[in-house]
């Protein structure tokens, strides 16, 4: 059953791993709201989701059923999130313990090159509305001629100039290093290529977060971990499969998706499997 709150929300899930890790207790405040999303972010800049539909639950996401209207005023200070439950001031506290989980920690393993999943995100990125990517291309082309000549020392240039780079609630270039990690993530634990591939692109990432908004440094941190939100999951899973109608359905629904910048998204993962299916990571 659900975890009901008569004056805040209905809690339908909540993040397994949000209940896990100590490091999420402290102090929070709203830095976004919309009608089916409120962005807390803490004093270090860690972030919780609390949304509704459409969205699904996701890395440190609570959802709910239907979140308050526009109209209610909720404080935007003063949020506690310690010990599974969320304390929102002069309304209510949320125990989360209860409520249903969704683990963001996904471990999905991909074989097999996705022919028709590749051709479907190849015909998206041509859509008119993926035209802000171009200004992506030339950074991205340079960090995957980095990776293919395997000069790991040059490798720190590429990543300084993706990181960051363009348009976005999370830029661009985040959201495009979010798809190559968690794709080459996903092949690693197929058994395509060693994981070292991964870690690599990984400790240069980390390396120049620091060039990434709040928002991406969030998203970037997900993805290093491994964690994707119900859609991501979905999106790769549809890949391992390679089924043409579902796999058009799913990266329809990623490109959709305006929360992890899913357009730039998309481009990260099909710069992965240029290199994929061109062996790079075989070498």
């Known amino acids: 059953m659900s975890a009901k709150n008569r004056i805040f929300a209905e809690v339908e899930a909540v993040d397994l791993q949000l209940l896990q890790y100590s490091g999420v207790n402290g102090r929070y405040s709203v830095r976004l709201r919309n009608e089916s999303r409120i962005a807390l972010l803490s004093l270090t800049g ?33 949020w506690v999130f310690e010990d599974t439950s969320l304390t929102i001031p002069f309304m209510t506290r949320l125990d989360l313990a209860a409520a249903p989980t969704f683990d963001s920690d996904a471990r999905i393993g991909i074989r097999d090159f996705p022919g028709h999943i590749r051709s479907q995100i190849n015909r998206r990125l041509r859509q008119p509305d993926c035209a802000f990517l171009k200004e992506l291309e030339q950074p991205l082309a340079v960090l995957s001629r980095s990776i293919r000549e395997h000069l790991i020392e040059s490798a720190e240039i590429p990543v300084i100039g993706v990181a960051g780079f363009g348009p976005g609630e999370v830029a661009a270039g985040d959201a495009a290093l979010c798809g190559m990690l968690l794709t080459t993530r996903c092949f690693s ?23 990434s ?8 941190n997900y993805a290093i971990d491994g964690r994707m939100t119900e859609t991501q999951q979905q999106f790769f899973n549809a890949m391992a499969r390679d089924f043409e109608g579902a796999g058009e359905v799913m990266v329809k629904r990623i490109a959709d998706d305006e929360m992890i910048n899913g357009k730039a998204f998309l481009a ?14 075989n070498k």
Not at 200 to 209: F, K, P, Q, S
Not at 213 to 220: A, D, F, M, P, R
């Open 46 to 78: 860690r972030m919780i989701n609390i949304v509704s539909a459409p969205h699904g639950c996701g890395p440190d996401f609570i959802l709910c059923r239907k979140l308050p209207p526009l109209a209610q005023e909720i404080t935007e200070d003063g």
């Open 213 to 220: 908004g709040t928002w991406g440094k969030n998203w970037l």
């Open 189 to 211: 634990f197929g058994g395509r290529f060693r994981m070292s591939w991964f870690q690599r692109l990984a400790v240069e990432i980390r390396r120049y977060m620091h060039r």
């Open 268 to 281: 990260g993962v099909n710069l992965s499997l240029d290199m994929i299916q061109a062996g790079v990571f």
